[in-house]
T-cell receptor, first 111, second 117 residues
Framework: QKEVEQDPGPLSVPEGAIVSLNCTYS??????FMWYRQYSRKGPELLMY????GNKEDGRFTAQVDKSSKYISLFIRDSQPSDSATYLC???????????FGKGTMLLVSP | NAGVMQNPRHLVRRRGQEARLRCSPM?????VYWYRQLPEEGLKFMVY????????ESGMPKERFSAEFPKEGPSILRIQQVVRGDSAAYFC???????????????FGPGTRLTVL
């Protein structure tokens, strides 16, 4: 079983839709949960990170972590064409400094 | 404050040649990480360095790959005798010094796209 599983998509939605992106993980030692956005031919940029179970909101983005089911989600409200990118979940183990990434989900938001 | 810089952005090598990828971390950052992104794959950790020290190289292939972060100058990822399977995007990230095990944001560079002919 891979440490982090993420559906590669692509996920196509119309502008204005609510988008749900998800990852599952296998190792309960993971403590920090990140979402990165990567535009084509660019480096990843951090969108949000969370430490504990629950929700964290930043503008149109909400990150959700459920440690009991080892499930993390990113919700995008009022999606825009500029949100079209690959979204990568990343997880950090406690006591370590290196990130374990999911494969990424490609999101396409059509005008 | 300039971001993480990587050069070259694109590198073409023939099989058997050497590839050298450079990474200059953000100002004030003393931690450097190298990741590889293969087609249809996610980012995979390769090596974590601090100035003059390799902290974790558990993701580095045992042969042909090496990395350094000297006291002065950029971090270098070196691939000797490249093969077609080395074709990938190589990303460098840097972070400020902090407590191990705590989250210190990693800032990524634009990547070097290596093509092996």
């Amino acid at each position: 079983q891979k440490e982090v599983e993420q559906d590669p998509g692509p996920l196509s939605v119309p502008e204005g839709a609510i988008v749900s992106l998800n990852c599952t993980y296998s190792n309960s030692a993971f403590q920090y949960f990140m979402w990165y956005r990567q535009y084509s031919r660019k480096g990843p940029e951090l969108l949000m990170y969370t430490y504990s179970s629950g929700n964290k909101e930043d503008g149109r983005f909400t990150a959700q972590v459920d440690k009991s089911s080892k499930y993390i989600s990113l919700f995008i409200r009022d999606s825009q064409p500029s949100d079209s990118a690959t979204y990568l979940c990343a997880i950090l183990k406690g006591g370590y400094s290196t990130l374990t990434f999911g494969k990424g989900t490609m999101l396409l938001v059509s005008p | 404050n300039a971001g993480v810089m990587q050069n070259p952005r694109h590198l073409v090598r023939r099989r058997g040649q050497e590839a050298r990828l450079r990474c200059s971390p953000m100002k004030g950052h003393s931690h450097v990480y190298w990741y590889r992104q293969l087609p249809e794959e996610g980012l995979k950790f390769m090596v974590y360095l601090q100035k003059e020290n390799i902290i974790d190289e558990s993701g580095m292939p045992k042969e042909r790959f090496s990395a350094e972060f000297p006291k002065e100058g950029p971090s270098i990822l070196r691939i000797q005798q490249v093969v077609r399977g080395d074709s990938a995007a190589y990303f460098c990230a840097s972070s400020p010094p902090g407590l191990a095990g705590n989250y210190n944001e990693q800032f990524f560079g634009p990547g070097t796209r290596l093509t092996v002919l």
